[in-house]
């Protein structure tokens, strides 16, 4: 095996255990911000010794206004399906979090985070193996996004954001930069959840 493709399997293993113990209940799931808090800390530790730079972290100023109009045109194409499909009754509305501070950790925090996480740092870290084409790395940065929401056992969110998570890291591929695809995941995963949908 290439030395390359097992610090891949490694490193996704790392990124799909936690969510799968809590799904399985091995981790009870009302310990799953500590568990994800856990492999965020990790996954920050293993971008510092990566010494990625921001260009690789898509932490970019050159490209922000086309992946900005990209992401936002995106956005408000999902905002609106999750609105006409809640009001039609075309999917099923749980009830949302009560919490008020809930709604601006996920806008300024939560949706960053997971960009950073799941999309920034892993495209970073494929982009180093030449012999990963672009459908390889979006597919296993899809993937591992989606698997993420494993752990709500419910097969609508899951469906959901695994298709969303594609398209979104087919936008990233197309134009990658970290500012403009947080500020639409966080818009979208905003709308999901005050929509009770997730």
Known sequence: MKTGLFQIIIFFAIYLLPPGLIAADIIPYEYRYETMGILILGVLVFTFFMKFNRKELG?????FKKAFI???????????LVVLMTQTG???????????????MYLFISGPVQEFIYRSSVFAFLNRFDFLNSWHKISLVAFNFGWLHIIYLDWITLASTSVIGLIWTVLYTYRPNYWAISIGHALVGFSAIWFGLV
Do not use: K
């Open 59 to 63: 932490m970019r100023n050159d490209n």
């Open 90 to 104: 075309l999917i099923r509305s749980l009830e949302p979090p009560g919490d008020f501070w809930f709604y601006p």
């Open 70 to 80: 990209i992401q936002m045109t995106f956005a408000f194409v999902v905002i609106s």
